[in-house]
């Protein structure tokens, strides 16, 4: 018999209830997140509120406010999510022990064998959410899930949102599952519901009814394998990754989409790259710059060079790039750089044969690593205005830091002002 072992936290429209906690006028009220104040823009978030007119991650603003006339659309803040973030991270703490932080509104805690009844775990998860509601905010909300493994766990704190409590065990599965959907499960998207459907899986319960090999085969690997054994409660190891890329991206207002504005936000953005690349003691041997214009064209050239961490290197990379881009006067609705095949820095050994770049890697000397290296403190301790290359002159209040799902941001590094 597999036990309850993983308790499994996901805020409740995170960043719309740190706007609703922050402002109480929109408390009970619609509300859309927005990366930038601009109708072209989508909502990066939605309140319930806001949710049940259809409002959605990724709806357009101006759809937003046809499907729901009054909405409060706000400007996001990523700095606030970051710390509320770490203020819930502490409350669920001092519940339990928070086992791994998974992204800005999900965390998990694995269950000592002493508090493995339900009756206790329903104790635990009563106190979690009256601990954050008294320490960080009654406007925030958290829904727990609690199953044999941590997949389970994830799923079922999804199936009573928001505010909810839902344990699996493992008597009831698979049977518990079969109200949701195929894409309610994770691990499986659009492409991926569309290969079940080839194989004529069109369930949940037809998922959980089919052999081991069929869900190899669909998966084409042992991921397959890995989610057969995932539904049925094993707890199975977590397959080991490593940081591939590091970026950052920008949705321009209009009003910086003309190239001249927008060159030195895409500066800006690398520079914020090469310091967190510098922060994780990793070289980039690759440098992409992704730039998306109007009408659904885009241009992501890539340029491969000797493993480095220096910014003035990889600016003048990115000058190369940014030059031979296609209509140089056309305007820009996007800019984003990605910082790839990394290694880390203490265990990589320098070519000894020249590349097409070599001119460029002249610039990195030990001078200039000392350089990048205080300028990177001067940053973390007084801010990021106390000191900046040049190119980020015109950009200094543009491409505020951002959140994705997989990357908490470190404010000592990527906020915007001094903390």
Known sequence: MRPLSALFIDCDSYFASVEQHLDPALRGKAVGVAPVMAETSCCIAASYEAKRFGVKTGTRISDARILCPGIAIVEAKPPEYVRYHNRIVEAVEDCIHVEEVLSIDEMWAWLPLNLREPATIRRIAERIKAKVSESVSPAITVSIGVAPNRYLAKIASKMRKPDGLFLIEESELPEALYPLELRDLTGIARSMESRLHAAGIHSVAALCRVEKAVLRGVWGGVLGERLWHLLRGDVIPDLVSSRKSIGH?????????????????????????????????????????????????????????????????????????????????????????????????????????????????????????????????????YGRDVVYYGSVQDSRDKAPMRISFTHIPDLGIESDRRS
């Open 249 to 381: 991206s920008h949705v321009l207002p209009p009003d910086s989409r003309a190239p001249g504005l927008a060159w030195p936000v895409l500066c800006k953005l690398l520079h914020k790259a090469c310091e967190r690349l510098r922060a994780h003691g990793m070289l980039a041997a690759s440098l992409t710059v992704k730039i998306a214009f109007f009408r659904g064209v885009s241009w992501s050239p890539k340029i491969r060079f000797q493993e480095t961490d220096s910014t003035r290197v990889l600016m003048k990379l990115l000058d190369q790039l940014w030059r031979d881009r296609p209509d140089p006067k056309a305007p820009i609705l996007q800019v984003g750089v990605v910082l790839a095949r990394l290694v880390e820095s203490g265990n990589f050994t320098p070519d000894l044969f020249a590349n097409h770049v070599a001119d460029l890697m002249s610039l990195q000397d030990d001078k200039q690593k000392r350089l990048d290296a205080a300028l990177d403190r001067l940053r973390v301790r």
